[in-house]
């Protein structure tokens, strides 16, 4: 089945870092991918979708400078979280759809990034 | 824009009895719906989805729901709950406007006692 892959899985780090998340689709190539966060004991929240080639279109409310989003490749999306502070301690969680699949098709979720700021 | 309602955010039940979490959307047209789970600290994995046709879906691990329009739900079921089922459930639609991105309801946490 369609896998995609979230890397790193856990990262801490001190304040004011950046920190880079990637999601890589490994055996499908997705024209769209999404960014999620997740609160602890909260609902998914989507944050961007993320377009190859384009410009991410976030959702109102995430900041486009603090959370950047570039979709390079058809199986590459990254998310850099700038300049870190503790309030955007989080699980991130991407998903992809493949290219060519209809909308009603689901995503394919990777397995989370789970960011500690220190 | 489309949304979905889980009223239950927890819920127990014994290991062997039946299981069924509640889901709701606000939609005017048949929308696309999905029912994941989520086991601590890990991702998503898909349990079934429901965008046209046969109202009752089966979904993986012995799991169903029934779309039904008069009622606006989505219910996700189960005859015969494991201990192994224990954990957060989301109801899920996508969203036109996004690129059918998925907006997802609060989340089930489910316990099974034995």
């Known amino acids: 089945g369609a896998v995609v892959s979230q890397h790193p899985s856990r990262v801490i780090c001190k304040s004011g870092t950046s920190v880079k998340i990637e999601c890589r689709s490994l055996d499908f190539q997705a024209t769209t991918m999404f960014w999620y966060r997740q609160f602890p004991k909260k609902s998914l929240m989507l944050m961007a979708t993320s377009n190859e080639g384009s410009k991410a279109t976030y959702e109102q409310g995430v900041e486009k400078d603090k959370f950047l989003i570039n979709h390079a490749s058809l199986t590459l999306s990254t998310l850099t979280v700038t300049s870190a502070h503790p309030e955007d301690s989080s699980f991130y969680i991407c998903?992809?759809?493949?290219?060519?699949?209809?909308?009603?098709?689901?995503?394919?979720f990777g397995d989370g990034t789970r960011l500690s700021i220190l | 824009a489309q949304s979905v309602t889980q009223p239950d955010i927890h819920i127990t039940v014994s290991e062997g009895a039946s299981l069924e979490l509640r889901c709701n959307y606000s939609?005017?047209?048949?929308?696309?719906l999905f029912w994941y789970v989520q086991s601590p600290g890990q991702g998503l994995q898909l349990l079934l989805k429901y965008f046209s046709g046969d109202t009752l879906v089966q979904g993986i691990k012995g799991f169903e729901a029934e779309f039904k329009r008069s009622q606006s739900s989505f219910n996700l079921r189960k005859p015969s709950v494991h201990w192994s089922d224990a954990a957060e459930y989301f109801c899920a639609v996508g969203v036109t406007h996004s690129g059918y991105a998925l907006n997802f309801g609060k989340g089930t946490s489910l316990l099974v006692t034995p």
């Open positions: 998903s992809a759809r493949p290219q060519g699949q209809g909308q009603s098709q689901p995503q394919h």
């Open positions: 939609y005017g047209a048949t929308p696309y």
